[in-house]
T-cell receptor, first 118, second 111 residues
Framework: GQQLNQSPQSMFIQEGEDVSMNCTSS?????WLWYKQDPGEGPVLLIA?????ELTSNGRLTAQFGITRKDSFLNISASIPSDVGIYFC??????????????????FGKGTKLSVKP | GAVVSQHPSWVICKSGTSVKIECRSL??????MFWYRQFPKQSLMLMAT?????????EQGVEKDKFLINHASLTLSTLTVTSAHPEDSSFYIC???????FGSGTRLTVV
């Protein structure tokens, strides 16, 4: 079945540092999504990418949809303490068609845990 | 933006009992909702897709008789864990059909 390789598994950050993580897949996806999950909460969507090569920003976050459609990366610039958490990538085969329409399943990466350097 | 309300946020139950988890879409209607299970320090695994007006679609390896999913209306989907056992203890999360909005999750502990 489809699998997503997300790296790194974990990383320590110091406030102000830039952070980078990526996901690669053996399959092509039509959509890449990046989420942040805090302990005991559901994931929160950070950025959605719908087109190969697309580069999208959301504040200090930037994500890109790889040109091969098999990979994506997420960058966080000038990290702050509240960036700590677990980040997940997810790939999806079908683009959204509006609520109520059919939708392909999301395949999730295993997550990247961001912690603060002691 | 779209909001998915999930209840309860946590529940402790005895082995052999059943637990119902609700997910409501507050400001949109959905003919499908996704249900995920997440074990500690692991990723989200899709369990099933609830379908309004028809049977749920279960992922391979998920027991239909144990995890009863019902999509009663365009704004309500429920997951009932029947005859719960300690190994069913997990974090259960629902989402809209596009992965845009997730519920806040339900921590189930079976003792």
């Amino acid at each position: 079945g489809q699998q997503l390789n997300q790296s790194p598994q974990s990383m320590f950050i110091q406030e102000g540092e830039d952070v980078s993580m990526n996901c690669t897949s053996s399959s092509i996806f039509n959509t890449w999504l990046w989420y942040k999950q805090d302990p005991g909460e559901g994931p929160v969507l950070l950025i959605a990418l719908y087109k190969a090569g697309e580069l999208t920003s959301n504040g200090r976050l930037t994500a890109q949809f790889g040109i091969t459609r098999k990979d994506s990366f997420l960058n966080i610039s000038a990290s702050i303490p509240s960036d700590v958490g677990i980040y997940f990538c997810a790939g999806q085969l079908y683009p959204p068609v509006g609520y109520g329409g059919s939708q392909g399943n999301l395949i999730f990466g295993k997550g990247t845990k961001l912690s603060v350097k002691p | 933006g779209a909001v998915v309300s999930q209840h309860p946020s946590w529940v402790i139950c005895k082995s052999g009992t059943s637990v119902k988890i609700e997910c409501r879409s507050l400001d949109f209607q959905a003919t499908t909702m996704f249900w995920y299970r997440q074990f500690p320090k692991q990723s989200l695994m899709l369990m099933a897709t609830s379908n309004e007006g028809s049977k749920a679609t279960y992922e391979q390896g998920v027991e239909k008789d144990k995890f009863l999913i019902n999509h009663a209306s365009l704004t309500l989907s429920t997951l009932t864990v029947t005859s719960a056992h300690p190994e069913d203890s997990s974090f259960y999360i629902c989402s809209d059909p596009y992965g845009y909005t997730f519920g806040s999750g339900t921590r189930l502990t079976v003792v």
